[in-house]
């Protein structure tokens, strides 16, 4: 497989499969998703990886949710103890204590394997249902998406 054939997938399943649904419930970002709620954050990371030996590709995500006040003690914290180190002003995944999606799944850290030809709107749907049922009641937890 061309390397520049397991890219176009990747960036067809996010542009054209996976990003439209997450902006219909309320995220903004590309491949780092946010959703602001009332009294804090969800977050979303995916990462895409391929390989021309295997003739794969592989993406995963990553979730986190923080509260409002819990990522502004986290800012404050890092500009008294760790001031080289640069947060940004707004929350993403990796500073939000991430959870892996096949961690939640199955325990192991698996990616979603598939080849560029791969149907990507039923990979798409295979990957949202996992979103739905490991990492939304995780977020939901955390942050609520409804006052209480």
């Given at each position: ?26 995220y903004?970002?590309?491949s ?6 009332p ?11 391929h ?35 640069k947060l940004?002003?707004l ?20 990616w ?15 990957i ?21």
């Amino acid at each position: 497989m061309a390397p520049h054939a397991a890219l176009a997938a990747h960036q067809s399943l996010m542009r054209d499969h996976i990003a439209p649904v997450l902006h219909e419930r309320g995220y903004v970002g590309t491949s780092l998703f946010r959703r602001h709620l009332p009294t804090g954050w969800h977050l979303l990371t995916f990462h895409g990886s391929h390989s021309a030996a295997s003739g794969l590709a592989r993406v995963t995500f990553d979730f986190a949710a923080i509260t409002d006040a819990a990522w502004e003690e986290r800012r404050a914290w890092s500009a008294e103890h760790t001031p080289a180190v640069k947060l940004p002003k707004l929350p993403s995944a990796t500073w939000a204590d991430p959870e892996r999606i096949g961690e939640a799944r199955t325990g192991i850290d698996q990616w979603y394997e598939y080849k560029p030809t791969a149907d990507l709107a039923a990979l798409s749907a295979r990957i949202l249902k996992d979103l739905d049922r490991y990492a939304t009641p995780y977020m939901e937890k955390r942050v609520p998406s409804k006052a209480k």
